[in-house]
């Protein structure tokens, strides 16, 4: 059973910057693939960033440039760096993990961005 524990959210004025962490633990193989979605009230969640173990990234276009996704493999540690922020990238995000086939989301971190 992988843990997922998310930190670094909060409030912050359109064009400031977070940083997103995201720590695993309690997995008894390798984590693959992490990455963060993210989820607005009555919409769906949305795949934002994920990085494979050897750092090969991908993300949605709307944070192309803005957006950077970390990795430090010897604290299964993911982070996410948000520049330029906007008010529409307000939304709840959540970690994700895969190790042994299986996923594991952690408990979600609230992003707003306002004024």
């Known amino acids: 059973q992988v843990q997922l524990v998310e930190s670094g959210g909060g409030l912050v004025q359109p064009g400031g910057s977070l940083r997103l962490s995201c720590a695993a633990s309690g997995s008894r193989f390798s984590i693959g693939l992490m990455g963060w979605y993210r989820q607005t009230p009555g919409k769906q969640r949305e795949l934002v960033a994920t990085i494979t173990y050897g750092g090969t990234t991908n993300y949605i276009n709307s944070v192309k440039g803005r957006f950077t996704i970390s990795r430090d493999n010897a604290k299964n540690t993911i982070y996410l760096q948000m520049d330029s922020l906007k008010p529409e990238d307000t939304a709840v995000y959540y970690c994700?993990?895969?190790?042994?086939?299986?996923?594991?989301w952690g408990q979600g971190t609230q992003v707003t961005v306002s004024s």
């Open positions: 994700y993990a895969n190790a042994a086939f299986q996923g594991y």
